[in-house]
T-cell receptor, first 111, second 115 residues
Framework: QKEVEQDPGPLSVPEGAIVSLNCTYSNSAFQYFMWYRQYSRKGPELLMYTYSSGNKEDGRFTAQVDKSSKYISLFIRDSQPSDSATYLCAMNIQGAQKLVFGQGTRLTINP | GAGVSQSPSNKVTEKGKDVELRCDPISGHTALYWYRQRLGQGLEFLIYFQGNSAPDKSGLPSDRFSAERTGESVSTLTIQRTQQEDSAVYLC?????????????FGPGTRLTVL
């Protein structure tokens, strides 16, 4: 079993929809949780990161962490075609340098 | 430059040949990381540098893989006697320390194809 599980999709939604992306994990020592966006043939771009449990909002993006359930989510409001990309969750243990990634979810926003 | 750069962007090689991949981190970033991304998969950690030392090389898949870094700048990842299963995108990232692992900035990657 992988340490971090992420549904690879693909996920296709109409423009303007609310998108929910999720990851589950097995290692309770993870403390930092990141979401990256990766466009085709590009490197991943950090969207946001969260420490421990709770919510964090940045514009149209909201990250949620539920450590009791070992479950993290990224919500995208008012989705745009430019949001079409692969979204990767990542996490690490405090003080460790190695990030552990999910498989990535491929998202398409249809105009 | 403003971001992490990697070269070459694409590399096609024959099985058994050695390859060298290069990474130029963001200026001033002391931490540097190498990851591998197989088709349709997430990123796998390979090695981490702090300055020119490598405190964590736990992700290197075999002794055919090695990496070095000159000071706090360029790093090279070398794969000897390449195999077809080495085909992947090799990504480099850097971060400021102690800003830490949580804010890693990635380069565009080198797409390696082993025939």
């Amino acid at each position: 079993q992988k340490e971090v599980e992420q549904d690879p999709g693909p996920l296709s939604v109409p423009e303007g929809a609310i998108v929910s992306l999720n990851c589950t994990y097995s290692n309770s020592a993870f403390q930092y949780f990141m979401w990256y966006r990766q466009y085709s043939r590009k490197g991943p771009e950090l969207l946001m990161y969260t420490y421990s449990s709770g919510n964090k909002e940045d514009g149209r993006f909201t990250a949620q962490v539920d450590k009791s359930s070992k479950y993290i989510s990224l919500f995208i409001r008012d989705s745009q075609p430019s949001d079409s990309a692969t979204y990767l969750c990542a996490m690490n243990i405090q003080g460790a340098q190695k990030l552990v990634f999910g498989q990535g979810t491929r998202l398409t926003i249809n105009p | 430059g403003a971001g992490v750069s990697q070269s070459p962007s694409n590399k096609v090689t024959e099985k058994g040949k050695d390859v060298e991949l290069r990474c130029d981190p963001i200026s001033g970033h002391t931490a540097l990381y190498w990851y591998r991304q197989r088709l349709g998969q997430g990123l796998e950690f390979l090695i981490y540098f702090q300055g020119n030392s490598a405190p964590d090389k736990s992700g290197l898949p075999s002794d055919r893989f090695s990496a070095e870094r000159t000071g706090e700048s360029v790093s090279t990842l070398t794969i000897q006697r390449t195999q077809q299963e080495d085909s992947a995108v090799y990504l480099c990232a850097s971060s400021s320390y102690p800003g830490g692992a949580e804010e890693q900035f990635f380069g565009p990657g080198t797409r390696l194809t082993v025939l």
